[in-house]
């Protein structure tokens, strides 16, 4: 079946740092990523979707200059923390969308997430 | 705007004990997708079931089944004899488009 990798699975960083997440699809190519941010004991809360060749889309109140996204191939997307402080700590996860007319077309997979630790 | 509600925040459960798990949902959109994933302690989200709105057949996989009634815009998941390894966080969810809108999650726990 198709495969979503998200890496690093965890980061420990110190606040003020940048911390890049990328999310790849491993055998098909994907148009549309998304990403996704979980804090402990809550529900996964959309924060912007990631088209390829084109800026992402951030939901209401995610803040763009913070949580940078590139989708610079269909097999890539990666979003980076920046500036990152304790209130980012969260489980962050990326879906994609398979490329329509692929073996799976339209399906959704999601990455194993990336835990995030802000010291 | 799409909604989801999980009413219930935990479930526990005996093992063998049928336990099932609500989801009612909100949304304008007369084509959508409702969705079932199951998040055990390591994180990664299981992908468990896609229904399609217009497809309101029940459905039955192993000891899994759900029962989607669009009359009451609710989109019910039985697990039948329930197992120590059923024990997760259970999210359903919404989208028109891929765009996922989670419920809060139910948590299982599976006592032996």
């Known amino acids: 079946g198709a495969v979503v990798s998200q890496h690093p699975s965890w980061v420990i960083c110190k606040s003020g740092t940048s911390v890049k997440i990328e999310c790849r699809s491993l055998d098909f190519q994907a148009t549309t990523m998304f990403w996704y941010r979980q804090f402990p004991k809550q529900s996964l809360m959309l924060m912007a979707t990631s088209n390829e060749g084109s800026k992402a889309t951030y939901e209401q109140g995610v803040e763009k200059d913070k949580f940078l996204i590139n989708h610079a191939s269909l097999t890539l997307s990666t979003l980076t923390v920046t500036s990152a402080h304790p209130e980012d700590s969260s489980f962050y996860i990326c879906s994609a969308r398979e490329l329509a007319g692929g073996p799976s077309t339209g399906e959704l997979f999601f990455g194993e997430g990336s835990r995030l630790t802000v010291l | 705007a799409q909604k989801v509600t999980q009413a219930q925040t935990e479930i526990s459960v005996v093992e063998k004990e049928d336990v099932t798990l609500d989801c009612v949902y909100e949304?304008?959109?007369?084509?959508?997708?409702l969705f079932w994933y199951k998040q055990p302690p390591s994180g990664e989200l299981v992908f468990l079931i896609r229904r399609n709105s217009f497809d309101e057949q029940n459905e039955i996989s192993g000891r899994y089944s759900w029962n989607f009634q669009k009359s009451t815009s609710s989109f019910n998941f039985t697990i039948t004899a329930s197992q120590v390894v059923d024990s997760a966080v259970y999210f359903c969810a919404l989208s028109p488009d891929y765009k996922l809108s989670f419920g809060a999650g139910t948590t299982v726990t599976v006592r032996a």
């Open positions: 949304t304008r959109d007369t084509t959508y997708y």
